[in-house]
């Protein structure tokens, strides 16, 4: 030690080496974007029919034990992308349906939690009790009264698919949400596009649609959705999370406890099928009125139904792009997602028709289970014209011609949650429900040469005060 501090103090430095990167930081990335594999989508790149994907997920557990390496020319791989911020957001998107699968976000004491409902894997995706958890809903969102639409200026009749009872509904049998959307990066967002045929489903018009993905560091997922045509037709796209931020396990006790605010001085009205009559009522003075903020748990025994399943219209600027539309409060951990959107409606739902535990089991017999099985297969409808559905396509258990209908089944989902009624809730920007058929609704027309856009933003944060 001597020799050295002589050796400094004659001016001869002694150079001493250091282990690289021991002075150097590591620079953590704002966000990290992550890509690897979901699964393998079966033979073709899409279902031609509603029987062809319930074929698909009963014998999916017996083609799993088979290498899907055997004939890889054939393959068809679902990817995944995972974004993590650095403030502990995790993000993940699979090309089937371009659906969200997780949104994982901490609490107010930094803990992370999973707060969208979804499966554990692809095959899960493919059932037929699926309600459209996380996926990319188009051509069009929501209801078409008697699967018929007129559009202008042509004048021309169009029939569109019925798979609601005689209605049209979340863009038929094999809509956006049941293809592998192509994929690629840019930067940090994440590019899928889809090709529509013309006439598919009934849809006039090839119709190329576009949607891009993207998680920013102030834990912001940004959805924007394009699409191109070449003929007239109606587009209307939108992405169905369902929420629930206590964590999408906490089940129905914690979603009651949400504070929800809704920008909206009027709703759609709807009859007793749940279809848009064209009117618009004003939220004023009933249970509707989420214009100040209010816990679901007071609300919900207001609604006829038990719970809300209604589409709003917005209040937006004259002059405006994103315009906010609602807000969802936990208290108890603190988490709040907002809502903004370039569309002029918002479906909020809560859940009114997801598995009831407290409902009969009268399990079908045998024979009826099998004679049903066969109705079925026939109409290739992938649904009974006579059940109730709500705007988010769960079955419900209601009686139909003097005969009981299935009772409770549970529905499994990710880390082996069963989801049920009342323990999610969705807000889903969306233009108006048949507003094609409606001449005072926002128009839903779109003609070769012009653009579709849609952009949705759900931000994420925390309230650490008490909430007043």
């Known amino acids: 030690m001597a020799e050295e501090a002589e050796e400094r103090a004659s001016g001869d ?38 029987k062809e994907l319930k074929k698909i997920y009963k014998t999916s557990k017996e083609e799993s034990s088979q290498s899907p390496c055997a004939s890889s020319t054939n393959i068809d791989i679902v990817r995944r992308y995972t974004w993590k911020t650095r403030n502990r957001m995790t993000v993940q998107v699979i090309t089937y349906g371009a659906t969200i699968t997780t949104i994982q976000v901490p609490d107010k004491k930094g803990v992370p939690d999973d707060v969208i409902a979804g499966f554990d894997t692809l095959e899960e995706y493919f059932q037929p009790a699926n309600p459209y958890f996380g996926a990319t809903i188009g051509r069009y969102a929501n209801y078409i009264r008697e699967g018929t639409m007129v559009v202008q200026p042509s004048g021309r009749m169009y029939m569109l698919s019925h798979n609601r009872g005689h209605n049209h509904y979340n863009g038929g049998h094999v809509g956006f949400d049941k293809v592998n959307w192509r994929s690629y990066v840019n930067g940090n967002k994440v590019v899928m596009s889809h090709i529509s045929e013309r006439f598919h489903e009934g849809y006039p018009g090839t119709v190329m649609a576009q949607v891009t993905f993207e998680v920013t560091c102030d834990n912001t997922l940004k959805i924007e959705m394009k699409c191109h045509t070449s003929e007239p037709t109606i587009v209307n796209l939108s992405n169905a999370l369902y929420f629930n931020l206590a964590g999408h396990h906490a089940g129905p006790e914690q979603m009651c406890e949400h504070i929800i605010t809704i920008n909206a001085d009027k709703y759609t009205a709807v009859d007793d099928e749940g279809l848009a009559t064209g009117e618009k009522n004003v939220v004023g003075g009933t249970a509707y009125d989420f214009r100040v903020p209010r816990v679901l748990r007071g609300m919900l025994p207001r609604i006829p139904m ?14 405006q792009d994103l315009s906010f539309q609602a807000r969802a409060l936990h208290p108890i951990t603190g988490r709040v997602v907002e809502v903004y959107s370039t569309q002029s409606g918002m479906q909020f739902y809560t859940g009114n028709l997801l598995p009831d535990p407290d409902k009969i089991v009268e399990e079908p017999r045998a024979e009826e289970e099998s004679q049903e099985e066969e109705v079925k297969e026939e109409s290739d409808s992938g649904s009974e014209s006579s059940d109730k559905w709500s705007a988010n396509g769960e079955e419900a258990g209601e009686e139909s011609k003097g005969k009981k209908s299935y009772g409770y089944v549970p529905l499994l989902g990710k880390k082996g949650t069963f989801y049920r009624k009342h323990g ?45």
């Open 306 to 319: 038990g719970g809300y399943d209604v589409n709003y219209c917005i209040t937006q600027g004259t002059e």
């Open 13 to 50: 430095t002694v150079s001493v080496a250091k282990p690289e990167g021991e002075d150097t930081l590591r620079k953590v990335p704002d966000v990290e974007l992550i890509l690897d594999g979901f699964g393998f989508m079966p033979e073709a790149n899409q279902f031609k029919s509603a």
């Open 424 to 468: 999610l809730f969705c807000l889903m920007p969306q233009n108006y429900p048949d507003a094609v058929n409606h001449k005072n609704f926002p128009n839903s027309i779109l003609n070769p040469g012009e653009v579709y856009v849609h952009k949705i933003q759900y931000k994420f944060g925390l309230l650490l005060g008490k909430y007043v």
